[in-house]
């Protein structure tokens, strides 16, 4: 499970937006599902988004606040209906994860981004 990041660009927020109406702006682009996990940054914001009823729906959005940008984190685990709310705890707590989100200029370079259970983020070759 995890492996390579892939981070695509899911909306973009006026300057200005306050964060309650950027969270808006994205929950509206992702059809209203439930806020399971809020981690907030000076630099970021990564909301855990689940389908209401599908535990396994999983999805991982940051906010580049720099940028004024949400982006949609997955992984090349074919994992593909999502991850589960202990899946994403174990990204938290075995992959140093927030270490990229916490600072979204490491992504935002273009370096591919790989994330292993039990290892810090690794630059891709």
């Not at 907030?40 to 940008?69: H, M, N, Q």
């Not at 982006?71 to 927030?98: H, K, M, P």
Request: aromatic fraction near 10%; hydrophobic fraction near 40%.
């Amino acid at each position: 499970m995890f492996g390579k990041m892939m981070i695509s660009r899911v909306v973009q927020v006026d300057r200005g937006t306050e964060l309650q109406t950027a969270v808006a702006s994205l929950l509206k682009a992702t059809e209203h599902p439930d806020i399971e996990r809020w981690i907030e940054f000076p630099a970021s914001l990564l909301l855990f988004l689940l389908i209401p009823g599908d535990p396994g729906s999983g999805a991982i959005y940051v906010l580049d606040r720099k940028k004024r940008t949400w982006y949609a984190i997955d992984f090349e685990d074919e994992q593909f209906g999502g991850y589960t709310t202990n899946q994403l705890e174990q990204l938290l707590r075995e992959c140093s994860f927030l270490g990229l989100v916490e600072d979204p200029g490491l992504w935002r370079t273009g370096l591919r981004w790989s994330v292993e259970p039990g290892k810090p983020p690794e630059v891709c070759v």
